[in-house]
Nanobody, 123 residues
């Protein structure tokens, strides 16, 4: 059974950086596209970034372009979200998602989800 587990969240000042990690297990990692989503209190879940199976393609929501970078290390079964120049509006629970057949921004298309990691940005 595929599992993904996020880590790396925490409290950071505005303008700071964090790297979120997503550990994948239970399948062949290179066969899965990976996505990051976030959900702030009282808001709907939002797509943040996605990376294709062999990292050839990436997608970002407009609000994080130039500040966030999604990456993956297939030999280590790991995906990452590097977040720079963090803003208070980036604060949310961040979720990692995986899917063997879909690469994109639609959350409902991803089959496997982690439990989330909290990112708090102080102003």
């Amino acid at each position: 059974q595929v599992q993904v587990v996020e880590s790396g969240g925490g409290l950071v000042q505005a303008g700071g950086s964090l790297r979120l990690s997503c550990a994948f297990s239970g399948g062949t990692f290179s066969g899965y596209a990976m996505g990051w989503f976030r959900q702030a209190p009282g808001k709907e879940r939002e797509f943040v970034a996605a990376i294709s199976w062999r990292a050839g393609r990436t997608l970002y929501v407009e609000s994080v372009k130039g500040r966030f970078t999604i990456s993956r290390e297939n030999p280590k079964n790991m995906a990452y979200l590097h977040m720079n120049s963090l803003k208070p509006e980036d604060a949310a629970v961040y979720y990692c998602a995986a899917d063997a057949a879909y690469f994109g921004s639609t959350g409902s298309e991803y089959d496997y989800w982690g439990q989330g990691t909290q990112v708090t940005v102080s102003s």
